[in-house]
């Protein structure tokens, strides 16, 4: 039997093997690049940041001008959701030209619109009714009322060669609509959409072949009108969707949509959203009346371009 020597049973000093060695400077490298890639998947992981698009054509006030009060509102929704700060903007256009340039941008998930713009626009621009906008001292379904002359206007048969003025009126259709009850519109009836009423009116009651479209807030108005008494309402329309708000396309998933719509239908009574709804004229919003928006849908379509 061989046995080994002392000296070659002494201990020999163990080291570490290599591949269990980790430079200071390759380690502080990896968790830089673990961290960045962590933030990364928690970027792409976190919804995109989304616009609403407010749309009123003819009303007043400018992008610039209403900018304030949209921030306010979009902070207030984001935090009655529970959404991060910055994942809603807002957004003012007063024409139609430049609303629907901005609901043509992939972040513009959500449209404030009128009940016109909305029958104009729906089909093209896949607009999905979620709630419905009431105006301070309103309700969701209100009339439009035509205003013209003492005398000057029996019936729709009396409007030929007139120009109907309005809010409106960019949409002829819209306008026929309304009417359908007191009448067919002439076709030789020329239509100019304009929020400057007061001077239509003063037009129509000297006697010029005026009429003028008012939505519930100027026709409420028009007895303080010191020509008041030259006036006379012809006309009014049924009650009918004043402002819609709507999903824009697949731009908002279903779930984010479903706790927006239950959000917005308390937002009047929390404490931010008071404030940021009374800033934009609303007292609020209820759930949308699928059955007048239908019927509207469907009269509109009656109707000639």
Known sequence: MLIASPRLRTPMPQRSPRSHRFPPRLAASALAAALATATAAAVAAAPAPLTLVVCAPGYPGSTAEAQPTM???????????????????AVYHE?????????????????????????????????????????????????????????????????????????????????????AGWGTIPASVTMTPSGAVLSAMRK???????????DREQAAALPTLPFAAQLETVAQSPPLPVSVLCV??????????????????????????????????????????????????QDFARQKP
């Not at 921030?71 to 903007?89: C, E, I, R």
């Not at 279903?254 to 609303?282: C, D, F, I, N, V």
């Open 71 to 89: 921030d306010a509102f979009a902070a207030a929704v984001a935090q009655a959701a529970g959404w991060a700060p910055g994942s809603l903007a």
């Open 204 to 214: 129509a009651a000297s006697g010029e072949k005026i009429a003028v479209l008012l």
């Open 248 to 297: 824009v396309g697949a731009r908002l998933v279903h779930g984010r949509a479903q706790t927006l719509e239950r959000m917005l239908l308390g937002l009047a009574g929390s404490a931010s959203g008071a404030p940021a709804l009374a800033a934009m004229r609303l007292h609020g919003f209820v759930a949308a009346d699928s059955v007048a928006l239908r019927r509207a849908e």
């Open 95 to 179: 024409s139609a030209a430049a609303g629907l340039a901005r609901l043509g941008r992939n972040d513009a998930a959500l449209a404030l619109v009128p009940l016109p713009f909305y029958l104009e626009h729906r089909a093209a621009l896949r607009l999905q009714p979620l709630l419905q906008a009431v105006t301070a001292g309103g309700v969701a379904d209100e009339p439009w009322s035509l205003v013209a002359g003492k005398g000057k206007v029996a019936g729709a048969a009396g409007l030929d060669g007139f120009e109907i003025v309005g809010l409106p009126a960019y949409s002829p259709r819209f306008v026929r609509l309304a009417l």
